[in-house]
């Protein structure tokens, strides 16, 4: 694939959002799945060092899961040395509790997060997300009344969900459980939480940190006029075949390539990357927290933190046209949210 289309203007600063108990984070999000080994292999020096120079260039927030192979590890790695390199309290760590079906007594409950506290040497979590597979099983309730006791006794900073629909998101916070983000999908192909979540989000003062924004990195000018890619050897990581699967249930790649190629000339009205106008059209909602953006650290050719900047320069703004441009080619796609369901659906 060729390299990224040079950058043309000078760099913004990172912009950052707080959140409700107070944790400020980069509006842009290094996602650390791109380190579990599902997306080639990754040489945990190399990535750590490549931290480091996301971080300076203002890429601060990182997300990570216990279930990403050593992704908490390598940024326990980074973090030691966070006061060479950064001031204190200047990383913000998002983790994932994913946890199989079981009993959640505080025992257990506690034990997961103590874990990805020692992975990641840190006394506190920033951000702790929870996953439930089975909503039939409603022991995802127990699992977030001890989270939220664990919170009010300071280990953790943000509670929060990943994958949780609209329905559930209601429930839990009727327990009084107070829920500051849930990452969720969030793209121009997958519009779902416009339609059902970010309305009740709004109301509670519960931001969304989305991903697959940019389509595993199909979404971008790398794959413009490029023939339909197939099977493994073509979509080579995990999110390649994840987010493929997602553009052939929202409309195929024919219709896919009709939307890049629109959105590669609102990107030279702009003098921007498709990846650019893809990301800002998410950020755009003020719903949205952060973007997160898969990071193949220490991998040559994907480093993309420069280009990417350029989606958080607000010296350009997608104009109404613009909008409707990529409303035109999206209302010919199909619903996803009738398709799949509600977000996190696609898990379930
Ligand atoms: N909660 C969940 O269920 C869930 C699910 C999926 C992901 N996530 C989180 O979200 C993160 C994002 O992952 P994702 O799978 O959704 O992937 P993504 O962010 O949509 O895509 C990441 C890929 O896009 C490419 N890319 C980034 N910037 C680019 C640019 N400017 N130009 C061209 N290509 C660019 C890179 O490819 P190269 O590396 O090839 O350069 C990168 O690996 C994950 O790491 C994880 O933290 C969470």
Known sequence: MDASPPIIRKLPPMPQVRLKNGLVISRLINGMWQVSGAHGDIDPNKAVNAMHKYCEAGYTTFDMADIYGPAEIIF???IK???S??????VQAFTKMVPSAGPM???VVESAITKSMLRMQVKQLDGLQFHWWDYKDKRYLDALQHLSDLQRIGKIRELSLTNFDTARLEEITSKGIEISTNQVQYSIIDQRP???????????GIKLLTYGTLCGGLLTDDYLGQPEPRGRKDLYTASLWKYKQMIDAWGGWKLFQELLSTLRDIADQHNVTIANVATRWVLDDPVVGGVIIGCRFGVLGANHAVENLQSVDYDWCLTEQNRSMIGKITSRSN????????CGDEYR
């Open 76 to 78: 326990g790695n980074f």
């Open 194 to 204: 416009s339609q059902r979540m970010s309305k009740f989000c709004r109301m509670n």
């Open 335 to 342: 619903d996803l949210l009738k398709s799949i369901g509600d």
């Open 105 to 107: 007594t505080r025992n």
């Open 85 to 90: 390199f950064h001031p204190k309290n200047s």
């Open 81 to 83: 040395n966070r006061h």
